[in-house]
C-alpha cells in the first residue's frame, strides 16, 4: 500500500501562525456559541494577544444580506461591506475592534468557490468531493483571515449544532487541524445545553453527553465543555458531564443565565477559563492588563434611574433584529448613569389606529431603526410627526432618516405627497424625496448590490452632528439602496431641515437635523454598528442625553 501524503506542520513563530481556538455547539441553536466565542476572544485580548474571530455559517446563501431579519436577527456590516451573521457585532464590541469580511463565510461562499475552481479546471480531471475539495476551501478561508489579521490567537465558531446535515463540512475541516497542525495547537471548545425538567426539579446533562457522543463520533475529542443551563448547576453535574464526556472536571464551565451578556467573560474566569486556555495552548499565564470590563460589568449591574426609549419598528417579533442598536442605546444610558428602559412599539398598530400615536408622550425619546418595505411605514412617519411637534428628542436611523425627510417634505415644505420610490413607481403626482440613484437602476442582482460598508462624511460647522462628534470628517457603515434626493434639497432646507452631513464631494446626503428642535436629527448610516459597551457612540450619547433632559424639563412643568 501507498501511504497517504501528511500535511507537513506550518512553522509557529509568534505573530506568524497562529493558535486555534474552535467553537462548536450542541443540543440546540441559540445557546450561545456567539457569545462564547465573543467572551474568550474578550478574555485572550484583555491579556495582551492579538486576537481575531471568525464564524462559519452553514447556510446555503452566500452572506446574510437577503436573509429576513425577522427571522434571522439583524445583519451586520463589517467596514469593508460585508453583510454578516449578527454573532459578528458581538466579537467587534467585546474585542472591540473591527473585523473585515474574512470573518464571515457561508456554505453559499465555499460552494461558489470549488464550483467555479471545477469549471476553470483547477482540479486536473479529479473527481470533485467534499473531501478534500470543499473541506480545503474552508481550511484556505480560515487561514487566510487568521493570516491577514496577524493574530496569535484565532477563534472560530462554527455555526449550527452537531449532527446539522448542513455543517458536516465545517465539522471535519476543523476536525483536521489537529492533524494538520498539532493538537497542541489546537482547542476545541464545546458549548451544550443542559435542560431543567421542571417535573423533578433537576438539571438534566443526558442531552449535552449525546452532544459531545456526536462530537467524538466525528473525531473531535473537546478540550472545554461550556454548560449553559438557565438554572444553577451543580457539582455533581458537573462532575456527571465530565466523566461521560472524558473531560476532566475543571474543563466543564458552568454558565447559568445572566442578567447581562457582557458578564459572561469575568463569569468564565472565575471558573478558571483563562488560566486553562494558557495551559492548554501553552500561553503562559497572564493576568488582565486593566479593570476596565470589571467597571462596566459593575456599572451595568449598579441600580440606576431609567430612561424610556420609544423603538418604532415592525419586526417586534425577533428583537435580535435591532441587537446593535439596542446594545448602543444600552451603552450610552449605562455611561449616562441610566439604565435603558426601551418601549417596544408596533408602527403598523400606530397606522391602523389601534395605538394611539399621544401614547408617545410618555416617552423621553423616539427611535425609528432602518428598515425596508413599505409595510407600517405611515404609523413611524406619524411619530416622527409626534416627535417633531412635541418637542421629543428624534433619532433616525437610515430608513428612519429617510422618513423624517419625507415627513418634513408632506408637512412643512407643501408636498402632501412626497414619497420614496422604494413605496411607489416616479408619478408626475408623486414628489419622489427618496429615490434610488442612476447606477443603482441598472442592478439587477439583489445581493452584496447596496451602498455597502465604510464611507466618509463631512459634518457642517456649528451643527449639532459636528458638535456630538467633536470632528469635521467621520467614518460610519451603511446598508441601503435608496438615497436623499438632490432635487429637493433647497426646498426641503427652506422649511428648516439643515442638512448637516454629506460625503466629502456634497453629493450624497448622510445627515439632516432641525435646529430649532432639542434634538431631531436623521443619519443615513448605522452608527451603532460602531458603538461599543465601554465607548459608546457620540450620537447615541447625544440622544440620551437630550432625552434624560426632556424628561427633566417635562417634570419641572408639571
Given at each position: 500500500m501507498?501511504?497517504?501524503?501528511?500535511?507537513?506542520?506550518?512553522?509557529?513563530?509568534?505573530?506568524?501562525?497562529?493558535?486555534?481556538?474552535?467553537?462548536?455547539?450542541?443540543?440546540?441553536?441559540?445557546?450561545?456559541?456567539?457569545?462564547?466565542?465573543?467572551?474568550?476572544?474578550?478574555?485572550?485580548k484583555?491579556?495582551?494577544?492579538?486576537?481575531?474571530?471568525?464564524?462559519f455559517?452553514?447556510?446555503l446563501?452566500?452572506?446574510?444580506?437577503?436573509?429576513?431579519p425577522?427571522?434571522?436577527?439583524?445583519?451586520?456590516?463589517?467596514?469593508?461591506?460585508?453583510?454578516?451573521?449578527?454573532?459578528?457585532g458581538?466579537?467587534?464590541?467585546?474585542?472591540?475592534?473591527s473585523?473585515?469580511?474574512?470573518c464571515?463565510?457561508?456554505?453559499?461562499q465555499?460552494?461558489l468557490?470549488?464550483t467555479?475552481?471545477?469549471?476553470?479546471g483547477?482540479?486536473?480531471?479529479?473527481t470533485?468531493q467534499?473531501?478534500?475539495?470543499?473541506?480545503d476551501?474552508?481550511?484556505?478561508?480560515?487561514?487566510?483571515?487568521?493570516?491577514?489579521?496577524?493574530?496569535?490567537i484565532?477563534?472560530v465558531?462554527?455555526?449550527?449544532?452537531?449532527?446539522?446535515?448542513?455543517?458536516?463540512?465545517?465539522?471535519?475541516?476543523v476536525?483536521?487541524?489537529?492533524?494538520?497542525?498539532?493538537?497542541?495547537?489546537?482547542?476545541y471548545?464545546?458549548?451544550?445545553?443542559?435542560?431543567?425538567?421542571?417535573?423533578?426539579?433537576?438539571?438534566?446533562?443526558?442531552?449535552?453527553?449525546n452532544?459531545?457522543r456526536d462530537l467524538?463520533?466525528?473525531?473531535?475529542?473537546p478540550?472545554?465543555?461550556?454548560a449553559?443551563?438557565?438554572?444553577?448547576?451543580?457539582?455533581s453535574?458537573?462532575?456527571?458531564?465530565?466523566?461521560?464526556?472524558?473531560v476532566?472536571?475543571?474543563?466543564?464551565i458552568?454558565?447559568?443565565?445572566?442578567?447581562?451578556m457582557?458578564?459572561?467573560?469575568?463569569?468564565?474566569?472565575?471558573?478558571?477559563?483563562?488560566?486553562i486556555?494558557?495551559?492548554?495552548l501553552?500561553?503562559?499565564?497572564r493576568?488582565?492588563?486593566?479593570?476596565?470590563?470589571?467597571?462596566?460589568?459593575?456599572?451595568?449591574?449598579?441600580?440606576?434611574?431609567p430612561v424610556?426609549?420609544?423603538?418604532?419598528?415592525?419586526?417586534?417579533?425577533?428583537?435580535?433584529?435591532?441587537m446593535?442598536?439596542?446594545?448602543?442605546?444600552?451603552?450610552?444610558?449605562?455611561?449616562?448613569?441610566?439604565?435603558?428602559?426601551?418601549?417596544?412599539v408596533?408602527?403598523?398598530q400606530?397606522?391602523?389606529?389601534?395605538?394611539?400615536?399621544?401614547?408617545?408622550?410618555?416617552?423621553a425619546?423616539?427611535?425609528?431603526p432602518?428598515?425596508f418595505?413599505?409595510?407600517?411605514?405611515?404609523?413611524?412617519?406619524r411619530?416622527?410627526r409626534?416627535?417633531?411637534?412635541?418637542?421629543?428628542p428624534?433619532?433616525?436611523?437610515c430608513?428612519?432618516?429617510?422618513?423624517?425627510?419625507i415627513?418634513?417634505?408632506?408637512?412643512?415644505?407643501?408636498l402632501p405627497?412626497a414619497?420614496?420610490?422604494?413605496?411607489?413607481?416616479?408619478?408626475?403626482?408623486?414628489?419622489?424625496?427618496?429615490?434610488?440613484?442612476?447606477?443603482?437602476?441598472?442592478?439587477l442582482?439583489?445581493?452584496?448590490?447596496?451602498?455597502?460598508?465604510?464611507?466618509?462624511?463631512?459634518?457642517?460647522?456649528k451643527?449639532?452632528?459636528?458638535?456630538?462628534?467633536?470632528?469635521?470628517?467621520?467614518?460610519?457603515?451603511?446598508r441601503?439602496?435608496y438615497?436623499?434626493?438632490?432635487?429637493y434639497?433647497?426646498?426641503l432646507?427652506r422649511?428648516?431641515?439643515?442638512?448637516?452631513?454629506t460625503?466629502?464631494?456634497?453629493?450624497?446626503?448622510?445627515?439632516?437635523?432641525?435646529?430649532?428642535?432639542?434634538?431631531?436629527?436623521?443619519?443615513q448610516f448605522?452608527?451603532?454598528?460602531?458603538?461599543?459597551?465601554?465607548?459608546?457612540?457620540?450620537l447615541?450619547?447625544g440622544f440620551?442625553?437630550?432625552?434624560?433632559?426632556?424628561?427633566?424639563?417635562?417634570s419641572?412643568?408639571?
Amino acid at each position: 500500500m501507498v501511504a497517504k501524503h501528511k500535511p507537513a506542520r506550518r512553522e509557529r513563530t509568534r505573530g506568524k501562525i497562529p493558535k486555534l481556538i474552535i467553537v462548536t455547539g450542541g443540543v440546540l441553536s441559540g445557546l450561545g456559541k456567539g457569545v462564547t466565542t465573543a467572551s474568550i476572544g474578550n478574555i485572550l485580548k484583555a491579556r495582551g494577544f492579538r486576537v481575531n474571530t471568525q464564524k462559519f455559517d452553514q447556510y446555503l446563501n452566500v452572506d446574510a444580506g437577503t436573509l429576513n431579519p425577522g427571522e434571522h436577527g439583524e445583519v451586520f456590516v463589517t467596514d469593508d461591506g460585508a453583510e454578516t451573521d449578527l454573532d459578528l457585532g458581538h466579537y467587534e464590541r467585546f474585542l472591540d475592534q473591527s473585523l473585515t469580511k474574512d470573518c464571515s463565510v457561508m456554505t453559499g461562499q465555499i460552494y461558489l468557490e470549488v464550483t467555479q475552481a471545477e469549471r476553470e479546471g483547477k482540479y486536473l480531471g479529479k473527481t470533485v468531493q467534499m473531501i478534500p475539495h470543499v473541506t480545503d476551501a474552508v481550511k484556505r478561508r480560515m487561514w487566510a483571515a487568521a493570516r491577514r489579521s496577524h493574530a496569535e490567537i484565532h477563534l472560530v465558531e462554527v455555526g449550527g449544532t452537531v449532527g446539522d446535515y448542513e455543517g458536516a463540512h465545517f465539522l471535519e475541516a476543523v476536525r483536521q487541524l489537529a492533524a494538520d497542525d498539532g493538537k497542541e495547537n489546537v482547542l476545541y471548545v464545546h458549548v451544550a445545553f443542559l435542560p431543567y425538567l421542571a417535573a423533578s426539579d433537576e438539571i438534566k446533562t443526558k442531552p449535552a453527553q449525546n452532544s459531545v457522543r456526536d462530537l467524538r463520533a466525528i473525531g473531535i475529542q473537546p478540550d472545554v465543555i461550556i454548560a449553559r443551563a438557565d438554572h444553577p448547576i451543580s457539582k455533581s453535574q458537573l462532575e456527571k458531564l465530565s466523566l461521560y464526556a472524558n473531560v476532566d472536571v475543571a474543563s466543564v464551565i458552568p454558565v447559568p443565565t445572566v442578567g447581562s451578556m457582557y458578564e459572561v467573560p469575568l463569569h468564565m474566569e472565575a471558573h478558571g477559563l483563562d488560566r486553562i486556555i494558557a495551559q492548554k495552548l501553552g500561553l503562559g499565564f497572564r493576568p488582565r492588563n486593566d479593570r476596565i470590563w470589571h467597571r462596566l460589568v459593575a456599572t451595568i449591574k449598579r441600580r440606576k434611574p431609567p430612561v424610556r426609549i420609544a423603538m418604532v419598528g415592525k419586526y417586534l417579533n425577533m428583537k435580535d433584529t435591532y441587537m446593535s442598536l439596542i446594545e448602543a442605546l444600552k451603552a450610552a444610558a449605562w455611561a449616562h448613569g441610566r439604565s435603558l428602559d426601551l418601549w417596544w412599539v408596533d408602527a403598523e398598530q400606530i397606522e391602523s389606529g389601534k395605538f394611539p400615536v399621544e401614547e408617545l408622550q410618555h416617552a423621553a425619546g423616539i427611535a425609528v431603526p432602518g428598515g425596508f418595505g413599505v409595510r407600517g411605514t405611515e404609523g413611524k412617519i406619524r411619530a416622527i410627526r409626534f416627535a417633531r411637534e412635541k418637542k421629543i428628542p428624534y433619532l433616525g436611523l437610515c430608513f428612519g432618516m429617510q422618513l423624517m425627510v419625507i415627513e418634513t417634505a408632506r408637512h412643512l415644505a407643501r408636498l402632501p405627497h412626497a414619497t420614496s420610490e422604494e413605496f411607489a413607481p416616479a408619478e408626475k403626482k408623486r414628489d419622489p424625496v427618496i429615490h434610488l440613484m442612476g447606477e443603482q437602476k441598472k442592478t439587477l442582482l439583489k445581493g452584496g448590490t447596496m451602498r455597502l460598508g465604510a464611507w466618509p462624511c463631512a459634518l457642517k460647522e456649528k451643527s449639532l452632528a459636528r458638535k456630538l462628534y467633536g470632528e469635521r470628517r467621520i467614518s460610519e457603515r451603511h446598508r441601503h439602496r435608496y438615497e436623499f434626493n438632490n432635487a429637493y434639497r433647497a426646498k426641503l432646507e427652506r422649511a428648516g431641515l439643515a442638512v448637516s452631513g454629506t460625503t466629502p464631494d456634497g453629493q450624497l446626503v448622510e445627515i439632516v437635523e432641525r435646529p430649532d428642535h432639542p434634538f431631531f436629527l436623521g443619519v443615513q448610516f448605522h452608527p451603532e454598528f460602531q458603538s461599543r459597551p465601554t465607548r459608546p457612540h457620540p450620537l447615541f450619547l447625544g440622544f440620551l442625553k437630550a432625552a434624560i433632559s426632556s424628561r427633566k424639563t417635562a417634570s419641572r412643568g408639571r
